[in-house]
């Protein structure tokens, strides 16, 4: 199997009022797919077809359509496939991304950390430390804690469909 594929990033630029310039720009990537890399994963039955897709293939939910982009209720998120809990509804905040938004894991070594090259620039992948599932991205230094006074300056940038909240 051909583990290289090709990317398209596609690319509109207002010029002047009414005229756009498209821009198509081709990157050969390596296949994100994770079924490629490990096949001892255990996936659930219950997942539906978005969470495997997110979970497994390392696709991206639309933005703003999350389930719990604009939740408030406290509890704990765990992950969709394996259950393990991975963030606190206490470090959750509204970055107005399109996403939910965390500060950090409820737990040291929940997520464990990747390189993501698929995109220029280069992005720091969040996956669940048990199952390997792809949570989203991680951005650091944005000016998150001085804005919100919160403890740290990063943003756990999570697709919704990757997680489940277990309410307290």
Request: positive net charge.
């Amino acid at each position: 199997m051909n583990k290289w594929s090709r990317l398209y990033v596609i690319t509109v630029r207002r010029t002047f009022p009414g005229r756009r310039n498209i821009v198509l720009t081709q990157y050969w990537n390596k296949s994100k797919k994770m079924s490629d890399e490990s096949n001892d994963v255990k996936w659930n039955d219950a997942l539906t077809p978005l969470q495997l897709m997110v979970l497994r293939d390392k696709a991206t939910e639309r933005p703003n359509t999350g389930a719990y982009l604009h939740t408030n209720e406290s509890g704990v998120y765990h992950c969709a496939n394996c259950d393990r809990p991975l963030y606190s509804s206490k470090a959750k905040f509204d970055a107005r991304c399109g996403w939910p938004a965390f500060y950090e894991e409820v737990s040291p070594g929940a997520i464990t950390y990747h390189r993501d090259n698929s995109l220029m620039p280069a992005r720091v992948e969040i996956c669940c430390a048990r199952c390997g599932g792809h949570l989203g991205h991680v951005f650091e230094g944005e000016g998150w804690k001085q804005l919100l006074n919160l403890p740290k300056d990063t943003r756990h940038c999570v697709n919704s469909a990757s997680l489940n909240l277990k309410k307290d």
